[in-house]
């Protein structure tokens, strides 16, 4: 497969996203236009994001909702469930794990961890457990696919290289700092101040 | 100026981010290549993204970290400080009315609202009010500039809708919706579930 961009996937999943609003409402088609709208592109866009995996759609027809959908599924590698374990349990951390959208889109909370003793035994889905006590144990047992790392940002490249020893090859990282990683783990950093600096460098640059 | 992509000003923040780290653990000066990494990207792109702003550096002696921070604070917006409302007040909207990250980054929440009224009077930094009664009269007092809406998506677009109204022109979304907002309004959307497809992409397709 040709590289795919960051960018086009998040595409797909906006895609995906709409398309199963759309398939609740009962609609059965959709046109390029219509998915355009859903992912803040155009229809050329939505056509090259979806060449890269196959033909979809009839010219003039649009795409038939359902296969898209189960399409899409497939690229994004949804159609496996995926083990996610949440590094620190802090207002963010805990707000993740008790965040229902993760279930319905395939990921499911196996582990929650945080380096304060006092925090083990909160209820956070009956699953807090102590950090460094609990950690490779937890790995090796349950198979975790994906790590989300919740902790300050000093912490996050110990806990990443941790994890990454451990056999984890993808880490979402809400700790506000950029983090390196060997070769073949992908790691995706969201940080809620860089999203409101985009928003304030907007505000200050409309021209730009 | 030049249409500035939103990946520029991202890395711009990114680097931003880095500098102030570096800065406090008493580094005066910072070559391109240490940047890069901290972007997550190359010395060349960094160079290139800087270059929209005028002319930093001196070739072979690296960036003044002190000027730079100063120069991208203000390419940012960030000499101001910006007012954020939350819409929203369920454990997301909540965790980050209460995140201190926001301050420290210039952005000072004034305000967090819920539609249900049983949440009314709960401490939230002293706060949080009812989504129907407070929304628009706050705005015309307090001034706002940016919206948080974290809420479920079937009741995003409303709620964009009515800040736009009221004079807010940057938004940014937690609900799993692409939102439409009328030119000159500065949209961001950030979605766990899609960060998360992104990594079961990456794991799903080593080699794309």
Redesign the interface.
């Known amino acids: 497969?040709?590289?795919?961009a960051?960018?086009t996937?998040?595409r797909?999943?906006?895609y995906?996203?709409?398309l199963e609003?759309f398939e609740r409402q009962g609609h059965d088609t959709i046109s390029s236009g219509e998915l355009a709208?859903?992912?803040?592109t155009t229809s050329a866009q939505v056509r090259k994001d979806l060449s890269f995996f196959g033909s979809f759609g009839k010219r003039g027809l649009g795409y038939a909702v359902t296969d898209l959908i189960a399409s899409l599924r497939r690229?994004?590698?949804?159609e496996?469930r995926?083990p996610?374990i949440i590094i620190g349990a802090g207002?963010?951390g805990?707000?993740?794990a008790?965040?229902r959208?993760?279930g319905?889109?395939?990921?499911d909370v196996v582990g929650v961890y945080d380096a304060d003793p006092a925090r083990v035994g909160e209820r956070l889905a009956g699953i807090l457990d102590q950090l460094d006590a609990a950690l490779e144990g937890d790995i090796a047992r349950l198979q975790p696919?994906?790590a989300v790392l919740c902790i300050p940002?000093e912490a996050a490249q110990g806990q990443l290289d941790r994890v990454v020893k451990s056999g984890i090859?993808?880490?979402?990282n809400f700790a506000?700092?950029?983090l390196?990683a060997p070769e073949?783990v992908?790691v995706?950093?969201?940080?809620?101040?860089?999203?409101?600096?985009?928003?304030?460098?907007?505000?200050?640059?409309?021209?730009?």
Do not use: C
């Not at 690229?75 to 949804?78: D, K, S, T, V």
């Not at 090859?169 to 979402?172: C, D, N, P, S, W």
């Not at 995706?188 to 021209?207: C, D, I, Q």
């Open positions: 497969m040709k590289h795919i960051d960018s996937v998040r797909l999943s906006l995906l996203r709409f609003e709208r859903s992912g803040g690229i994004l590698g949804l496996a995926w996610v207002k963010i805990a707000a993740l008790q965040y959208g993760f319905v889109h395939g990921f696919r994906i940002g090859r993808a880490v979402l506000p700092t950029a390196t073949g992908a995706r950093t969201v940080n809620m101040a860089t999203e409101l600096e985009v928003l304030a460098f907007a505000l200050t640059n409309p021209e730009a």
